[in-house]
């Protein structure tokens, strides 16, 4: 799995590097079929106070890209619930993967 942290107007230190991959495992852990993640941390200058957090990310796993963003006025909180969107999306395509036949019964005589 490739992982890219990359900031715009802002730098990514250890701590919050460490954070984004701790919440990221819990990703990982539900679907083992990802290949390529990308986070792109902002700081906005011109939007309104409350919102100038912004995390975006794009995960590439087998046979689906999946991208979700959040604002907040915390950059932590805003990533918080990024992963909870990514694991609505992830979820949702595992099950979409997983094969739902069933055999028939086999007859009783």
């Known amino acids: 799995?490739?992982?890219?942290?990359?900031g715009h107007h802002l730098e990514v230190t250890p701590a919050l590097?460490?954070?984004?991959t701790t919440k990221l495992d819990r990703i990982?852990?539900?679907f083992d079929q990802v290949v390529d993640i990308k986070?792109?941390?902002?700081v906005e200058k011109q939007k309104e106070k409350e919102r100038r957090q912004r995390a975006e990310c794009r995960?590439?796993?087998?046979?689906?890209?999946m991208f979700a963003e959040?604002?907040?006025?915390?950059l932590y909180a805003a990533f918080d619930e990024l992963v909870d969107k990514l694991d609505r999306q992830v979820g949702k395509h595992k099950t979409r993967l997983?094969?739902?036949?069933?055999?028939t019964p086999k007859r009783l005589m």
């Open 59 to 65: 995960i590439h796993v087998k046979g689906n890209d």
């Open 39 to 42: 986070v792109l941390l902002t």
């Open 98 to 103: 997983q094969d739902h036949h069933h055999e």
């Open 17 to 20: 590097r460490s954070y984004v």
């Open 70 to 74: 959040s604002s907040h006025e915390d």
């Open 1 to 6: 799995m490739n992982l890219t942290i990359s």
């Open 28 to 30: 990982t852990r539900h």
